[in-house]
């Protein structure tokens, strides 16, 4: 087994995503450990999700600081006290500064609601039935100072049928989160994952411009 990876979460919301990954940690034996959830929100139902697992919370309030670079400041202090291998974000909804994103470069993961580089930003799921595509789904990507940019690492593939609605697709693309982002997780702490200046990699291999892809 690999040295013990120490994860830090970062979130805002409900927290599906964090409930997905500490019950894949506790069903299969990994070496990433959630030593921490911190939220900018105190209502924040993840943070009640982390409590109940064991799990340390944080809540660090943005709008007690003076700009972004005052609250990331903060937010780097939090999260390095735990001194974790990797920091990823779920439902994180905050934008990041160019300095937080340097300084988490190569340990910093986040999932999006669609097969990116397509749908950036918001409101995915409403714009995939706009443009009539006929897949849709969800990317696990390294984060960079790009928005919902950053070298693929998994995606996962979903159907959108002439029924289906942002809320349906809203609940399939979910379910494949809460399967592409734990592994993502394990695949770091196992080792097999990396990121250096020719982009991201799977057990040495190179992942390419759409990572590692599945289709259910």
């Keep these: 087994m690999p040295q013990r990876c120490d994860v830090v979460v970062l979130l805002s919301?409900?927290?599906?995503?964090?409930?997905a990954m500490i019950?894949?940690?506790?069903?299969?034996?990994?070496?990433?450990?959630?030593?921490?959830?911190?939220?900018?929100?105190?209502?924040?139902?993840?943070?009640?999700?982390?409590?109940?697992?064991?799990?340390?919370?944080?809540?660090?309030?943005?709008?007690?600081?003076?700009?972004?670079?005052a609250f990331d400041a903060a937010l780097i202090q939090a999260i390095d006290a735990f001194q974790p291998a990797l920091v990823v974000l779920a439902g994180f909804?905050?934008?990041?500064?160019?300095?937080?994103?340097?300084?988490?470069?190569?340990?910093?993961?986040?999932?999006?609601?669609s097969l990116l580089p397509l749908y950036k930003g918001l409101h995915t799921h409403q714009r995939v039935l706009d443009a009539g595509d006929a897949e849709h789904g969800c990317s696990v990507h390294f984060v960079t100072e790009e928005l919902d940019g950053g070298p693929l690492v998994v995606q996962a593939v979903v159907s959108v049928e002439l029924h289906d609605t942002p809320a349906t697709l809203a609940q399939k693309v979910h379910a494949r989160e809460h399967l592409i982002y734990p592994l993502a997780i394990r695949?770091?702490?196992?080792g097999r994952l990396t990121l250096d200046e020719h982009g991201a990699s799977l057990d040495g291999e190179p992942l390419g411009p759409s990572g590692h892809l599945i289709r259910y």
């Design 187 to 190: 695949w770091f702490a196992e």
């Design 93 to 113: 909804m905050r934008i990041l500064t160019p300095g937080f994103v340097r300084h988490y470069h190569g340990r910093l993961l986040n999932i999006h609601p």
């Design 13 to 19: 919301g409900t927290g599906g995503n964090l409930q």
């Design 23 to 69: 019950d894949s940690l506790h069903e299969r034996a990994s070496p990433a450990r959630i030593c921490a959830v911190i939220s900018n929100r105190a209502d924040a139902f993840g943070l009640e999700r982390a409590a109940r697992a064991g799990i340390a919370t944080h809540v660090l309030d943005h709008t007690a600081y003076e700009g972004r670079e």
